[in-house]
């Protein structure tokens, strides 16, 4: 069975600084990705990043890099240049082939930016 | 410009009255989800379309329901809401459910709250 596991509830970081959130996953199945979603309080999910298990390069999308160590199983999404509208909750997220697409979802961390 | 668009964005229903939540898109995935999310909460799937072809959590009670008349159009349907099912319903599109690099993309998601 998949797991994710986000030990973090919460997160202060602030404005303009570079924060990291974890993620460890547990999977026996060799092909899989791993999604980061924001939700900001008004409840809309937001795709951030995406990284493949086959992928060899680290995944980025402008202020969003995904630091993947395939061995340890870890996916931690690295936000830099913090900004106020970065306040909100954060999902990682695994979905495997063969799963029907199915997402499991990690418990989330909330991130709050301070001025 | 909205891709998957739910309606209402918040629904009163009282106890027992049947209620359904809508759900559309305009990317013409195949696979159409639903989730429950509850506070705090990660989002927890209820069911999902592959096409036609409906496929149900095994841990999805009886009280939900779900049609897809076509691509574009998918309703949730609670046939008698307790106050147990006060919570955020999210709705959420892929293009394959065979692959595990498809993002799911969600709605705004519908804030259910039963009297």
């Known amino acids: 069975a998949q797991k994710i596991t986000q030990t973090q509830p919460g997160m202060f970081v602030q404005e303009k600084e570079a924060v990291t959130l974890d993620c460890t996953y547990d999977?026996?199945?060799?092909?899989?990705?791993l999604f980061w979603y924001k939700q900001p309080s008004s409840g809309e999910m937001i795709f951030l990043i995406y990284q493949g298990s086959y992928d060899e390069q680290n995944a980025t999308e402008g202020r969003y890099s995904l630091n993947f160590q395939k061995a340890r199983k870890s996916a931690n999404l690295v936000i830099s240049a913090s900004q106020l509208g970065d306040s909100a909750m954060y999902f990682c997220a695994m979905l495997f082939t063969g799963g029907g697409n199915k997402l499991t979802f990690g418990t989330g961390t909330q991130l709050k930016v301070e001025l | 410009d909205a891709m998957v668009i739910q309606n209402p964005r918040y629904q009163v229903t009282q106890f027992g009255k049947p209620v359904t939540l809508s759900c559309s898109q305009t990317?013409?995935?195949?696979?159409m989800y639903w989730y429950q999310q509850k506070s705090s909460q990660a989002p927890k799937l209820l069911f999902h379309y592959y096409d036609k072809d409906f496929n149900n959590e095994a841990d999805t009670p009886d009280n939900f329901q779900s049609r897809r008349p076509n691509t574009s159009f998918c309703f949730l349907d609670i046939r008698s809401p307790g106050l147990g099912d006060a919570a955020m319903y999210l709705c959420?599109?892929?293009?394959?459910?065979?692959?595990?690099?498809?993002?799911?993309?969600f709605g705004d998601g519908t804030r259910l709250s039963i009297l």
């Open positions: 959420a599109t892929s293009r394959d459910a065979t692959v595990s690099n498809q993002p799911q993309h």
């Open positions: 990317l013409n995935h195949n696979v």
């Open positions: 999977t026996s199945d060799q092909s899989y990705g």
